[in-house]
């Protein structure tokens, strides 16, 4: 049953049970609007208390209507007839009210929550605006300003703050709907309150539009619908709520079916299916319940710091006191960090902090339930520590490998029981990023591959099966990016034009601007392990660069000048002569935004098309979590598989055909020439329970 009615004495108490996130389907929003009618003629009832079964109050829509014609009734009709309901309705949440489902509650005379609740309208996320009166009713109960927070950016806030902001009536401290059975009673001997609808908005100050409109057009950069849900609520603000409620649902209309729409919901779909690939879905995992890291460094120590903040206890080994120590304070920085950036407070860093011991005796590992080694990029180190591992370690620990570019194969080599080893490559800094390749072996239990992705969802991360090859898959995509950047320098680009080319597409710094940033000289220590294999990486100028000791930031020159405490890129005369060098004989040509990009990201499509090709990548859809997650690609844009096929892939075999031609990128391949036949290489994603 979706919808059931009970009473309470003189309260009625309407209960959605609609699992597994009280989404709101067209049977529940038509249970509601019969609830309503039914409850309106019932005399023995004096007011009704609107709750949910299971973890959630509404959770949002129901996916299983997206890109579907909408059924009525509409969810603003739903929200209209609470409003307007003869008896007053007390919504009492527990769990997430977002989306539609704080629209509903927005339409109760009164809103009672659970001290865990949580309130927004992250619409934004998906490429639009709320569209059944969030942006209208809201700014009329908390304000314009405190609504523009929530809305513009799509962020959910607490119980508390949202009783302080006027949000919610009262905070549930106990048994929610005891309690919001009380409140009921008490409020139905009281004067109704005014309906949202027929409040006004506060005044603001004479500038605050223009103010805000310049901020929310910095945060969302490219992204369209923040700046359309501004004016929502500008709207809201200066006109009556029928005007604004029409232009609201015009709006929210509008961009449903917008490129940006459709991105976003790509990447909403993949990183709810991401953590539960089908290759593991019936798979236990092992319990982990503690872990240890081999190594203090950058990486070590923010993957010890992702570990702390959720929950495990973790040892960290290093090879000496002395490194034992560095090692600690490298971890102890990362939480001095959060505190300063008020993420965390002083009590919970310390916490955080007392549960990391350090240590430079493996045999303090003999219980661990995972350790993951984080030690230089040396295949004879790493190899070092697993055989110490081997020794130390329960037969079922799990051992894992944070590598970017060795063969986890390799790296295993000779490691006993090698049914419990695999790689798990973290993104620096680990304790943010939130993208974690996850790579099995040739002998990974499929268990041990299971509990890699329950260690994502534990940490909160974005997880992608990738297969073995060098780079992963990122990683051997960003080699295409930076070989076609350098392309384009010996054709008549420059690195300023580049940069600013990649971030007119929506990148947040262009590949020469970042290469400065993480250091030409790591790059350049790849390049010589490729050609100790016998390949041929192309990269004339960063090689030069690199000889010269221009490797970035760090030593105040790389692709671009750097003065002494001041990170501002500026162009390089050296760097100019450099490519004029490299460049004698070739062909040169004007270069503009739009050709830039598609020298570098239709390429970068190409090269993932070869990753599925391979097996190295099992979905598109991971490539563009991939991309996104650890790479910076506008989410906007949904990543480069997402892009390629909106544009049409027909296309794009003709653009990298013609680069081909001009010996600037190398001509599609089979699996995207096939693809293009079939004009799709994208997977549906499933396992979504909830959206706005």
């Not at 007392?354 to 993951?372: E, F, K, N, P």
Request: proline share 6%.
């Amino acid at each position: 049953m979706t919808v059931t009615i009970t009473h309470e004495g003189a309260i009625a108490v309407v209960t959605i049970d609609n699992p597994p996130v009280n989404a709101l389907s067209q049977a529940l929003r038509q249970a509601l609007v019969e609830a309503v009618s039914s409850i309106d003629v019932d005399e023995t009832v004096d007011a009704v208390v609107l709750i949910c079964t299971g973890r959630t109050f509404i959770a949002g829509a129901d996916v299983n209507e997206f890109g579907k014609p909408p059924v009525p009734p509409h969810l603003p009709e739903v929200v209209t007839g609470i409003e307007n309901a003869e008896k007053p309705w007390i919504a009492a949440m527990h769990g997430s009210a977002l989306g539609g489902g704080l629209e509903v509650a927005l339409g109760c005379a009164y809103r009672v929550a659970a001290a865990s609740a949580n309130f927004g309208l992250p619409e934004v996320k998906l490429g639009i605006v709320p569209g059944a009166g969030g942006t209208v009713r809201l700014p009329r109960l908390i304000g314009a300003p405190a609504t523009i927070d929530m809305v513009t950016s799509g962020t959910a806030i607490g119980a508390g703050k949202a009783r302080d902001l006027g949000l919610v009536d009262a905070v549930i401290e106990g048994d929610l709907l005891p309690a919001a059975i009380t409140f009921a009673g008490e409020v139905s001997r009281k004067p109704r309150p005014q309906p949202i609808r027929e409040r006004s908005v506060p005044p603001v100050e004479s500038d605050f539009w223009a103010r805000t409109e310049k901020a929310v057009a910095t945060k969302a950069k490219r992204e369209v619908a923040p700046l359309r849900a501004l004016a929502c609520i500008r709207t809201a603000s200066e006109a009556d709520f029928l005007t604004a409620t029409a232009f609201e649902r015009e709006t929210f209309l509008e961009l449903r079916g917008s490129a940006q729409a459709a991105a976003l919901r790509h990447i909403f779909f993949a990183e709810r299916a991401a953590p539960r690939p089908p290759e593991v879905a019936d798979v236990a995992p092992h319990d982990i319940g503690s872990a240890a890291v081999i190594g203090g460094g950058t990486m070590g120590a923010g993957i010890v710091a992702a570990l702390r903040d959720a929950g495990l206890p973790v040892v960290l080994v290093e090879r000496d006191a002395t490194a034992v120590e560095r090692g600690l304070a490298n971890v102890g920085q990362i939480f001095e960090n959060s505190v300063k950036r008020g993420r965390i407070s002083p009590e919970i860093a310390a916490e955080r902090m007392a549960g990391v011991t350090g240590t430079g005796d493996y045999g303090a590992l003999s219980d661990t339930d995972l350790v993951i080694e984080a030690v230089f990029e040396d295949l004879a180190v790493k190899r070092a520590v697993f055989a110490q591992l081997s020794r130390v370690c329960r037969a079922d620990a799990i051992l894992a490998t944070n590598t970017s570019y060795l063969d986890p194969n390799e790296i295993g080599e000779g490691l006993a029981h090698p049914e419990r080893f695999l790689g798990l490559h973290f993104f620096s800094p680990a304790h943010v990023m939130k993208l974690l390749e996850i790579v099995p072996t040739r002998t990974t239990a499929l268990p041990v591959l299971a509990s890699g992705f329950a260690l994502a969802r534990l940490l909160g991360k974005i997880p992608v099966h990738a297969g073995i090859c060098d780079g992963f898959i990122g990683n051997r995509i960003l080699k295409v990016t930076r070989a076609q950047a350098e392309r384009l320098l010996l054709s008549g680009a420059t690195p300023v034009t580049v940069d600013a080319a990649m971030r007119a597409f929506g990148l947040p710094m262009g590949p020469f601007e970042a290469q400065d940033l993480g250091g030409l000289d790591i790059a350049a220590f790849q390049r010589k392990a490729a050609r100790g294999r016998g390949e041929a990486p192309f990269a004339p100028v960063a090689d030069r660069l690199c000889a010269m000791g221009r490797v970035g930031q760090k030593s105040n020159g790389g692709w671009y000048d750097y003065q002494p405490g001041d990170r501002t890129p500026q162009p390089s005369s050296a760097v100019a002569a450099i490519i004029t060098q490299e460049a004698a004989g070739l062909t040169q040509r004007t270069w503009d935004e739009t050709s830039i990009a598609d020298a570098i990201i239709l390429p970068m499509v190409n090269e993932a098309a070869r990753l599925l090709e391979e097996g190295i990548a099992l979905r598109a859809a991971d490539i563009d979590l991939v991309k996104i997650h650890g790479y910076g690609f506008p989410r906007w844009r949904g990543g480069p598989m997402h892009y390629a096929q909106a544009r049409g892939l027909a296309e794009v075999v003709t653009v990298l055909d013609r680069l081909a031609t001009e010996g600037l990128a190398d001509p599609a391949c089979d699996g995207l020439r096939l693809a293009a036949e079939r004009d799709s290489f994208m997977a549906a994603a499933d396992s979504v329970d909830e959206v706005p």
